[in-house]
């Protein structure tokens, strides 16, 4: 026993030396604990509040100041890790001794005697080897820290740090993700299992050996017991008590195609928006979100319904829902499945949108001087191509796809019935340089020079599209798609993301082609979009050989872009197209968002300047700018003696 106290006796003077030694020759750097900036999630959340999304950078951290770790938590930490934290300086003198006793009978490192602070240093610092010379630059480095830091700042610093197990670092993610509670809502079992975790977090982890948890809970429980720390009362009714545990994913990611886009959005601003810990709220509703991919999904099996051997591996959707009157997205869902297919089709596909995109020429044919009661000839002409032997450049012949004429037409039954010819004659009689001028203030870019744009022939983004199609449901005002609301950084800073929106069309000229994609829904091809009890405006789309199939609709304060198509560009089934396949989505979706959302406007408003009078039979509708026909312009005659329009 003597031989082992003059051991001890120079070990310690040995140990006293080595750290005069070490200390001497390492240069110290404990920025990384003093200055603590770690990795902290990002959280999204929607318009009202609710979770959308977590989003980190390899660890997934929630930080807790030290005011929200309660002192139950600090107690039941340091009873099972630390008994004695508050009165060593970092180093636990009689524990090391007590540990090298058995470390010397063994032969070996068997049993530590860390202190919390070196278990911090060893965690940020260190390696986790076992050797004497990492264990004396361990010790001075803890004794810096300590004279550095107060107790609670390496409290702080600790519980935020150490590993929880299943992906969560810091105590406040725990919390979170195994009890969905706050820190200030755990009981005293919860606790203990929480504290008990970063000694093996695999082990621990309650999600996976649930027993072991509670065993080592109840170790923590005993040790605060026999301290005296709670009473026998507390003991026995946290030893009886088992948590409820959850086991979940670690982003809780409920809308991944909104989440990509809003990093995607963020990352030029924030390089470090997956692990800064900002606080991203959306315009975005999780609830309007759920009825978008809803009804998606509804329309793509119907699609299946009618298809057996459609293919499922490129057959695929989109939507994009946003209030008009001020460009916010409210939905965004890029594809049927994000689990079978990340790629947003919302966002990075451009498609033809077809005849969807007809309202566009009608509108500047209104902004023209020509009215709703207009008529175009709806007849059959051979455009002649500039050189016939090249293929794109050859005589063009269009046709309507119903495949016969109907003659002289007004703009509003030729836009009801989706006439191409008609389109197409009203587009040459205004002039294809003044509609791509005015496309181009409508917001759209790259334009062909070709009488084809008439029906949509050219690549759109639905994120673009809604954005310019807002000019109609926004009367005249085109707003800015506008997906993220404001971003709080961690020191409380808001960055807020203002609407952005320009007039393009005067509103009683937009009003005018509101009326007539109301006519659409009620009466034309977009019957099977029609909902009682509210008005709906909107335009079928659909490209040569049904390649795609969409549906543009909107109501006072909400709009839907739909899409459906092969992700390589081959054919659907003939049958489909934007009346049989989007439509009845945008009916299925407004159905839901009524359910859920009953005050919502169910009316346009008719803005100053629109008036209305009986002609020929019809309620017409009608403008300074755009006249009833008998009182047009000398454009109309104009184009009258072109034999076009009458």
Same mark, same amino acid.
């Given at each position: ?82 008994? +004695? ?21 063994? #032969? ?21 080897? @076992? ?17 550095? %830091? ?30 969905? @509670? ?41 040790? #605060? ?84 051997? +459609? ?18 997205? %409210? ?56 050189? @016939? ?93 506008? %997906? ?5 950084? @961690? ?24 009326? #007539? ?130």
């Amino acid at each position: 026993m003597k031989y082992i106290f003059n051991l001890i006796i120079i070990l310690a003077l040995a140990s006293v030396a080595g750290i005069i030694y070490f200390y001497s020759q390492i240069k110290i750097d404990i920025s990384k604990i003093v200055d603590y900036n770690p990795k902290l999630t990002t959280h999204i959340y929607d318009k009202n509040g609710d979770l959308v999304a977590y989003i980190f950078d390899e660890e997934n951290r929630q930080y807790a100041k030290f005011s929200e770790i309660s002192p139950r938590i600090i107690e039941a930490l340091i009873a099972i890790e630390d008994t +004695a934290f508050f009165e060593h300086g970092g180093i636990n003198y009689e524990a090391i001794f007590r540990a090298a006793i058995k470390d010397i009978q063994a #032969m070996s490192l068997v049993e530590g005697a860390s202190t919390l602070t070196q278990q911090l240093v060893k965690n940020m610092l260190l390696t986790r080897e @076992k050797k004497f010379t990492r264990k004396l630059k361990e010790l001075i480095i803890s004794y810096e820290v300590e004279y550095t %830091l107060t107790k609670e700042q390496i409290i702080e610093r600790y519980l935020n740090q150490v590993y929880f197990g299943h992906g969560y670092y810091g105590i406040k993610t725990a919390a979170l993700g195994y009890f969905k @509670k706050n820190l200030d809502e755990l009981s005293l079992k919860e606790i203990s299992m929480l504290v008990g975790l970063p000694k093996a977090p695999s082990s621990y982890d309650p999600t996976r050996h649930l027993d072991l948890s509670l065993s080592r809970a109840n170790n923590v429980l005993l040790r #605060m017991h026999n301290i005296g720390w709670i009473t026998t009362k507390e003991y026995q009714a946290a030893i009886k008590e088992t948590p409820k545990i959850y086991d979940q994913t670690l982003t809780q990611n409920k809308a991944p195609y909104l989440v990509d886009e809003t990093i995607k959005q963020l990352t030029p601003l924030y390089p470090d928006i997956r692990y800064g810990g900002y606080k991203i709220t959306l315009n975005a509703d999780l609830k309007v979100q759920e009825i978008a991919q809803n009804a998606l999904k509804f329309g793509y099996n119907e699609i299946l319904k009618r298809n057996k051997d +459609a293919n499922t591996t490129v057959l695929n959707g989109a939507m994009i829902v946003t209030n008009p009157t001020n460009g916010d997205i %409210l939905a965004l869902v890029g594809g049927v499945d994000y689990a079978k297919s990340n790629f947003n089709r919302a966002t990075q596909s451009s498609r033809q949108p077809g005849s969807s995109f007809k309202p566009f020429i009608y509108q500047i044919a209104l902004n023209q001087g020509l009215s709703p009661q207009s008529k175009i000839a709806d007849i059959s002409r051979i455009y002649e191509g500039v050189n @016939k032997n090249n293929k794109e450049d050859q005589d063009w012949k269009p046709k309507n796809f119903s495949g016969n004429f109907k003659g002289l037409i007004t703009l509003n039954d030729a836009l009801k019935q989706s006439r191409n010819l008609a389109t197409i004659n009203l587009l040459n009689s205004i002039g294809l340089d003044v509609v791509q001028r005015d496309l181009e203030d409508f917001g759209f870019k790259d334009i062909p020079n070709n009488l084809s744009i008439a029906l949509g022939s050219f690549g759109v983004s639905l994120m673009d599209y809604s954005e310019q199609y807002s000019i109609f449901p926004g009367l005249g005002t085109r707003h800015e798609t506008r %997906l993220i609301n404001f971003v709080e950084n @961690k020191n409380g800073e808001i960055f807020k993301f203002e609407p952005k929106s320009s007039e393009i069309i005067k509103p009683e000229q937009a009003y005018l082609m509101i009326k #007539m994609l109301q006519d659409v829904v009620n009466n034309g091809t977009g019957r099977s979009a029609k909902v009682d009890g509210i008005e709906l405006a909107g335009k079928t789309g659909t490209t040569n050989e049904s390649v795609d199939a969409w549906f543009c609709g909107f109501g006072p304060e909400i709009q839907v872009l739909i899409w459906y198509g092969n992700d390589n560009n081959t054919p659907m089934r003939y049958v489909e197209g934007g009346s049989r396949t989007a439509a009845p989505v945008f009916k299925q979706f407004m159905q839901d968002f009524i359910a859920e959302y009953p005050q919502t406007k169910r009316k346009f408003d008719m803005p100053p300047g629109v008036y209305r009078r009986v002609y020929n039979g019809v309620d017409a509708l009608y403008t300074t700018t755009s006249p009833l026909p008998k009182e047009q312009n000398n454009i109309l005659e104009k184009q009258d003696r072109e034999g076009i329009i009458f």
